[in-house]
């Protein structure tokens, strides 16, 4: 990790004229207030004092806005956001060629992340950087087209139209099903985050993994019930709207044990 915390805190103010990427502003910022909520005591101490005042969801999209950046700086990170595995419908094969893949990943990278972090050796500015990815990039996990599939760039190739708007079926899944709901970020949080303590348990069992699985199986799904020029309205929002809420609560209660496992 760099040390550029200058150019982070330039480039945080940005979102207004950025594309935005997995989720969208919302549903990353979702994803990090339902975290927020479930955190537990020792790593809401812990990362305050990494991050100060400020909550998860202020930095949630951050490592999507350097996209933006024209230094380079950032650029080898922009394979973090994503893995590429071919469908599989065998947890032990998904598996198995998830950790044979060469080369950085939103799998590789969770668990670099996630170590630099746990290092004391760590200085204290890339532990903060390295814990703003790991927001963003739990978040990315739980998006199923970030864990789909290489010919088709994750959907970005698969034509569709979105309300009469061409569109294509990634940009759907990180923005589109979300924002039509008309939900601010906290609203959508409260409104998701409705689960027993029992239920939160169980959603937040098994390991990254077996997270990666979950989303996997569900882009499959995903794929095979949108194929290429997809005309998509109400209909499509009313066949994955559950699907898609499910992601983002999911996303933000294993964003948090994640977290509290860390600290």
Known sequence: MKSIYSKMLVLAFMASSLYSYAWG????????????????????????????????????????????????????????????????????????????????SLYTQIKTLSSQIKDEKTSEKDRKIALIFLIHMMGDLSQPLHVGRAEDLGGNKINVTYFGDKSNLHSVWDGKLVDSQKYSYTEYAKLLDIKSD??????????????????????????????????????????????????????????????????
């Open 25 to 104: 502003l919302t549903g990353h910022r979702i994803i990090a207030e339902i975290a927020e909520n479930h955190l537990s005591g020792k790593a809401k101490r812990e990362i305050r004092k990494m991050m100060g005042r400020e909550r998860l969801a202020y930095w949630a999209n951050w490592p999507d806005f350097i996209k933006s950046d024209t230094t380079g700086v950032w650029k080898e990170t922009s394979v973090w956001h994503y893995v590429n595995i071919d469908p599989q419908t065998d947890f032990k094969v998904f598996e198995e060629k998830l950790k044979a893949q060469a080369g950085p």
């Open 198 to 263: 029992e239920e939160v348990k169980q959603i937040q069992t098994g390991n990254l993994e077996d997270w990666l699985y979950d989303s996997h199986k569900i882009a499959n799904r995903i794929y095979a019930q949108t194929p290429n020029d997809s005309k998509l309205s109400y209909d499509y929002q009313y066949k994955f709207n559950d699907t898609m809420e499910r992601q983002l609560l999911y996303g933000g209660l294993r964003l948090a044990k994640l977290l509290n496992d860390l600290f």
